[in-house]
């Protein structure tokens, strides 16, 4: 048998889809029905990046609601999953260029893997309605192990479950955590500029840096070490 390829493995929100604008949707339809004011979708800024919890919390903070219960964090994020998943892509695309990459990753012989920290459900479902799905040989989800991402565990499984090996291949995404996993994980990681980040990645000391997914294949070609 000849060897695996190694895999290139993407986050989600904020490195192959802008995902701000259903967030931020379902978020105020929560708000609207707890009678409380919509945010705007500047205050939430890198909160988009960590999960739905994070955002309530900002949002009561917002509506001066500083310390909420726990209880009423989760009572709220039922909420916001029903509404989310009741429309989870009506304003959510893809980032320009990541179809052609992907395309070519392919052509080059990577294998394509996702490595989210959105519950696996729920991201299977947003790129199923992208159309987005079948382009990858694996999706691993914020619950499909123990522990999310910045744990190693999820992006190992998302190499595995691709099919691929572990040595080549590399991450790509928007924040700490994802260049925190890929560490974990052993891997280099390439950065995207464009996501949802609360410190510029630069000086998070990735192992590359893309403005746009043209720059991807370039980026990778000059990885030390690769293939
Ligand atoms: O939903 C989250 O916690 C963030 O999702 P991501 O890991 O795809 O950026
Ligand atoms: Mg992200």
């Known amino acids: 048998m000849s060897t695996p390829a190694p895999a290139l493995v993407f986050d989600l929100d904020g490195t192959l889809v802008d995902t701000r604008h259903d967030l931020a ?19 939430l800024g890198h909160l988009f990046g960590v999960g739905a919890r994070p955002m309530i919390a900002k949002a009561l903070w917002a ?20 509404f989310y998943t009741a429309d989870i892509a009506g304003l959510s695309r893809p980032f320009p260029g990541i179809h052609e990459a992907l395309e070519t990753a392919r052509k080059d012989g990577w294998r ?14 947003l790129l199923d309605h992208l159309k987005m799905l079948d382009l ?23 190499v595995e479950r691709a099919g691929a090996r572990l040595a080549g291949s590399v991450m ?17 990681v390439v950065a995207v500029t464009f996501g949802y980040t609360a410190v510029p990645v630069r ?25």
Do not use: W
């Open 136 to 158: 990858f040989d694996s999706l691993v989800g914020g619950d499909t192990f123990a522990r999310p991402k910045p744990d190693a565990a999820p992006v190992l499984g998302a």
């Open 63 to 82: 509506n001066g609601i500083p310390d909420p219960d726990p209880a009423e964090i989760e009572r709220l994020y039922l909420r916001f999953i029903a």
């Open 172 to 188: 790509i995404g928007d924040s700490k955590t994802d260049i925190d996993a890929a560490r974990a994980a052993g891997i280099p």
């Open 25 to 43: 949707a379902a978020l105020n339809s929560v708000m609207r029905e707890e009678g409380l004011s919509a945010v705007e979708i500047e205050t």
């Open 112 to 125: 394509l893997a996702v490595c989210t920290n959105k519950s696996e459900p729920i991201a299977r479902q």
């Open 203 to 227: 000086e998070l000391s990735p192992d590359a840096v893309i403005d746009h997914f043209e720059e991807l294949h370039p980026a990778l070609a000059g990885l030390p070490g690769l293939r």
